[in-house]
Every structure is written in C-alpha cells, then in structure tokens.
C-alpha cells in the first residue's frame, strides 16, 4: 500500500531531522554552558545559537538542556508509536513501547543519580538517553517488523 509506506519514509525522515536539530543544538548549548562554567574567553557555540540564549546563564542554560532532552525524548516516543502503528496495523505494542522508554529513562536517571558526571555508570546513562533522543528505536521497531512470522515479502 503506497500511504503505509509513505508515511514509514516520512517518520524516518522526520526523525532523522530531528536528530540532526537536537545535534545542533545539544552541540552548540554544550559548547555555550562549557563556555560560561569555566569561564572562557571565547564560546565556540555557533553565533545563531548564541543569539538564541544571549542573556541566560548557566542554571538556565541547564533547566533549557534537560527540557530540550525531554522533548525529543517525547518526539521519538510518539514517532515510534506511530511507526509501530503503520508497521504492525494496529496498537498493540503501544504499551510496550511507552514500557521500554519509561524503563530505559528510568534505568538512565537511576545511573545518573547513583555516580553522576565522569564515571562509568554516567556515561552510560548519557548513552541511555541518547538513545531515546535519536532514531534508534524507531530502528529496531523497524527490524523487529521484519522478523514477523508469515510475514509477506512486500
């Protein structure tokens, strides 16, 4: 069916640009909070962006990161539920995957509390996190789709 699968090409290339803005701007908010922290005398942060949060401070730049973060945590969310919606037919794994986000959130938080910044389980919170920020599982819905039995070849 064209729609079904015009809409699977149109929810890897939204997500795909919006892993490419949320690189952008996590890039370029980190070189801009890393630039006030230390107090250095240039920001590497592209001049766009630094017009975009001109006047805000370190604290604020923080709170702007981790509502960012959520948003695209959100966005990916309900890309993959849509996406599994198209692959599958119908909702049935919705719950699944709302499960499997609020499981890999809740085990990144929980490394993150337990040994935050520069440590083993921090980095792989970070990862945690950028996983649910990115395409990623859109991916394995994807692949997942693929491993159905009796599935036609299409």
């Known amino acids: 069916m064209m729609g079904r699968r015009t809409g699977i090409v149109v929810i890897f290339a939204v997500a795909v640009l919006l892993g490419a803005l949320r690189e952008f701007l996590f890039l370029n908010l980190n070189y ?22 001109a006047g805000m401070d370190h604290g604020q730049l923080l709170v702007l990161k981790w509502a960012l973060a959520l948003l695209f945590v959100l966005a990916m969310l309900v890309l993959a539920i849509l996406l599994a919606r198209l692959l599958f037919g119908d909702h049935r794994y919705r719950k699944a995957i709302i499960t499997g986000f609020g499981a890999i959130g809740g085990t990144a938080l929980l490394l993150y509390l337990v040994a935050p910044g ?31 039995p009796g599935r036609s070849q299409e």
């Open 32 to 53: 801009q909070l890393d630039f006030l922290a230390n107090h250095r005398r240039v920001s590497y942060a592209h001049s766009l962006f630094r017009g975009w949060v």
């Open 118 to 148: 520069r440590t083993v389980p921090g980095a792989i919170a970070v990862k945690l996190l950028h996983t649910l920020q990115y395409p990623v599982v859109l991916f394995f819905i994807w692949a997942g789709s693929l491993l159905r």
